[in-house]
C-alpha cells in the first residue's frame, strides 16, 4: 500500500513544529488531503541507578498537569539521537550516561506526524551539574522499578516515552 504526495501545502511554520495539509493521491489514485505536522523528533535516556529509575516531574502546559517523565527533549536540527539523550539526561538531573544502548525507536502518532522518538538505556553514570534550560522547572525522582512500574499500571504515569521505556525494563 502506498499514497502519493502531489503537493506539500504548509499551513504553519513554528519553532517546534510545522503544519502541512498535503495533497495526496491514493493507491487508486483518489485524491485525498492529508494534516501532518512535522516535528525533529526526540530523544530520550531511560536510566536506572541501584534499581530505581530516575525521572523528572514537570508541569505540562497542554495537559494543565505535572507528568512524571524519563528525561527527553526534541532534536536539533541533524542531530544524533544519542547524543541528545546523553544532553538532555545531563541537563535535565546532572547525571551523565555511561554506555548507553539504544532500547527503541517510536512514533507517538502515526496518524497525523512524522515524529519519530528514540529511547536508550544507561545503568551506569557519572554524577554532574544540573543544567536546565532557561524557563525549564523540573524535580528529579528516583522510584524503584517496580514502584514505577505500579504506578504506570495505576494510570499515575501517563507519558508514552515512560510507559514504553517501563515495558521494556519490565522486561529485563
Not at 45 to 70: F, H, P
Request: hydrophobic share 35%; charged share 30%.
Amino acid at each position: 500500500m502506498k499514497e502519493s504526495t502531489v503537493k506539500k501545502n504548509y499551513v504553519f511554520r513554528g519553532k517546534i513544529l510545522n503544519v502541512r495539509c498535503d495533497d495526496v493521491a491514493l493507491e487508486d489514485g483518489t485524491p485525498c488531503k492529508r494534516e501532518i505536522v512535522e516535528h525533529t523528533g526526540g530523544a530520550a535516556m531511560a536510566c536506572v541507578v541501584d534499581g530505581s529509575v530516575v525521572l523528572v516531574r514537570q508541569y505540562r502546559y497542554a495537559y494543565g498537569e505535572e507528568t512524571l517523565e524519563i528525561p527527553a527533549g526534541k532534536l536539533d536540527a541533524r542531530e544524533d539521537p544519542l547524543c541528545a539523550a546523553i544532553r538532555e539526561l545531563r541537563e535535565e538531573t546532572g547525571l551523565i550516561a555511561k554506555n548507553p544502548r539504544h532500547l527503541c525507536t517510536f512514533y507517538p502518532s502515526p496518524g497525523y506526524t512524522e515524529e519519530k522518538i528514540h529511547v536508550y538505556l544507561t545503568t551506569e553514570v557519572e554524577r554532574g551539574e544540573q543544567q536546565l534550560d532557561e524557563g525549564e522547572f523540573l524535580n528529579v525522582e528516583y522510584l524503584p522499578l517496580a514502584d514505577a512500574v505500579q504506578r504506570a499500571k495505576r494510570g499515575e504515569i501517563k507519558d508514552a516515552k515512560t510507559l514504553i521505556a517501563l515495558l521494556h525494563l519490565q522486561e529485563k
